[in-house]
T-cell receptor
Framework: NAGVTQTPKFQVLKTGQSMTLQCAQDMNHEYMSWYRQDPGMGLRLIHYSVGAGITDQGEVPNGYNVSRSTTEDFPLRLLSAAPSQTSVYFC??????????FGQGTRLTVV | ELKVEQNPLFLSMQEGKNYTIYCNYSTTSDRLYWYRQDPGKSLESLFVLLSNGAVKQEGRLMASLDTKARLSTLHITAAVHDLSATYFCAVDWGARLTFGEGTQLTVNP
């Protein structure tokens, strides 16, 4: 039982490159979310999903896309990376409106 | 838009002392969570508060929720070095979980 698995753990991108951050869960939770964490700003919600086929924008969605084709997976796509997207990204799952369980995070640097 | 504010943002305290972290939020909600984060690590759930007047305790930490005042507190009793970490509150709003900025706690010998 792995819980919430994020890959990769570390990534360096050049400005303008695209990439996908992966998030997989084996807890059969309905809700999945992506957050970014920057110093002094807590966690800010990028996108979230309440079930397969349903996604919505959070506070800071610009520059990111998501899709949810299965309950287990919720990938986050950076379309054209910018230095402002340098951050630590966390994926979280919830069994409906309840506490969240977090992956280990992906540390992304855009140069 | 729900806003969640924590204070203080930085807290340096001596071992053995007591202190309280405050979490205020702007929109009605009766579900609030506290998390702990160690440097370079992920977030770990501490408390789940699901109704007005809820109080939970674990070791030297006690959390409470006043939904009428839109306020939660995290009280630290007789702090020890192992409690040094960043603490976040998070408020449930529909399907969204909104976090405060975090309180970085340092407990000094």
């Amino acid at each position: 039982n792995a819980g919430v698995t994020q890959t990769p753990k570390f990534q360096v991108l050049k400005t303008g490159q695209s990439m996908t951050l992966q998030c997989a869960q084996d807890m059969n939770h309905e809700y999945m979310s992506w957050y970014r964490q920057d110093p002094g700003m807590g966690l800010r919600l990028i996108h979230y999903s309440v079930g397969a086929g349903i996604t919505d924008q959070g506070e800071v969605p610009n520059g990111y896309n998501v899709s949810r084709s299965t309950t287990e997976d919720f990938p986050l796509r950076l379309l054209s990376a910018a230095p402002s997207q340098t951050s630590v990204y966390f994926c979280a799952t919830r069994d409906g409106p309840s506490e969240a369980f977090f992956g280990q995070g992906t540390r992304l640097t855009v140069v | 838009e729900l806003k969640v504010e924590q204070n203080p943002l930085f807290l340096s305290m001596q071992e053995g002392k007591n202190y309280t972290i405050y979490c205020n939020y702007s929109t009605t909600s009766d579900r609030l969570y506290w998390y702990r984060q160690d440097p370079g690590k992920s977030l770990e759930s501490l408390f789940v508060l699901l109704s007005n007047g809820a109080v939970k305790q674990e070791g030297r930490l006690m959390a409470s929720l006043d939904t009428k005042a839109r306020l939660s507190t995290l009280h630290i009793t007789a702090a020890v070095h192992d409690l040094s970490a960043t603490y976040f509150c998070a408020v449930d709003w529909g399907a969204r979980l909104t976090f405060g900025e975090g309180t970085q706690l340092t407990v000094n010998p």
